[in-house]
């Protein structure tokens, strides 16, 4: 079955500090794939997406990704978070044999103390 | 703006009840969803819709049933609420083929069933 792995449940940083969380997903042939992000009270919205082409793509408020095919990994990256970056932070993989429908990691929390 | 809607934000309901869940978009995507999220667990799929009428099972569809019946519409049902269906309930809806199946999600609905 086609699986999404998020390394960690819950990290915590302090303002400034430098942001990586880690998504692996399982073999699954042609892939486009998502990072998706939760605001407290808010809902779901995308973050950054993969479909083709610079495996480094760049999303919304300075955050930044990189597909990396050979290690099925896609890293969610961010060189200073600040406090208002808090939330909870899922990757999604699209695989092209699922007729429409995404796979998507258990979720990691980020709580940024100021 | 895509712009997805879901009929209540909270909802409570007892044991046994029949529940009806609501969910419209706005921009003629042809696929929704149905998850839920609960804590620890990040999304899963209960049902999605590919088309009107059309439907397919996803992770989790027992104790639910969905109906399709206009392309801007994607219900939720429970036929008969249990304790074990308290939990936040998202819709989704995305583009179909070849233009990634990015997901715009709603607000969710917060159902305790007592």
């Known amino acids: 079955a086609q699986s999404v792995s998020q390394h960690n449940h819950h990290v915590i940083l302090s303002e400034a500090a430098s942001l990586e969380l880690g998504c692996n997903y399982s073999y699954g042939g042609t892939v486009n794939l998502f990072w998706y992000v939760q605001y407290p009270g808010q809902h779901l919205q995308l973050l950054l997406k993969y479909f083709s082409g610079d495996p480094l793509v760049k999303g919304i408020k300075g955050f930044e990704a990189e597909f990396i095919k050979s290690k099925f990994s896609f890293n969610l990256r961010k060189p200073s978070v600040q406090w208002s970056d808090t939330a909870e932070y899922f990757c999604a993989v699209f695989y092209n044999t699922n007729a429409g429908k995404s796979t998507f990691g258990d979720g990691t929390t980020l709580t940024v103390k100021p | 703006d895509v712009k997805v809607t879901q009929s209540s934000r909270y909802l409570v309901k007892r044991t046994g009840e029949k529940v009806f869940l609501e969910c419209v978009q706005d921009?003629?995507?042809?696929?929704m969803f149905w998850y839920r999220q609960d804590p620890g667990l990040g999304l899963r799929l209960i049902y999605f819709?590919?088309?009107?009428?059309?439907?397919e099972k996803g992770d989790i569809p027992e104790g639910y049933s969905v109906s399709r019946e206009k392309k801007e519409r994607f219900s939720l049902i429970l036929e008969s609420a249990s304790t074990n269906q308290t939990s936040m309930y998202l819709c989704?809806?995305?583009?179909?083929?070849?233009?990634?199946?990015?997901?715009?999600f709603g607000p969710g609905t917060r159902l305790t069933v007592t």
């Open positions: 989704a809806s995305s583009l179909g083929a070849g233009q990634g199946y990015e997901q715009y």
């Open positions: 921009m003629d995507h042809e696929n």
């Open positions: 819709s590919y088309d009107v009428k059309m439907k």
